[in-house]
């Protein structure tokens, strides 16, 4: 039996602020990160990767 898994998914809906230039034009590049709390973002302002704590 397939379903959602919840796993792949975070509480945060809207885009995450860049930490290094402050713009909203991020995208979620993985649900999950080195660890269970924290999320891949990429700024397309600055062209930077960042983590997220969520």
Partial sequence: MRGFDPSTTTSEDGPADCPYCGSTE?????PKG??????????????QPFERFE
């Avoid at 991020?26 to 993985?30: F, K, L, S, Y």
């Avoid at 080195?34 to 062209?47: A, D, T, V, Y």
């Fill in 26 to 30: 991020t995208e979620r590049e993985h």
């Fill in 34 to 47: 080195p660890g269970l709390c924290r999320s891949i973002h990429f700024c397309r302002s600055c062209e």
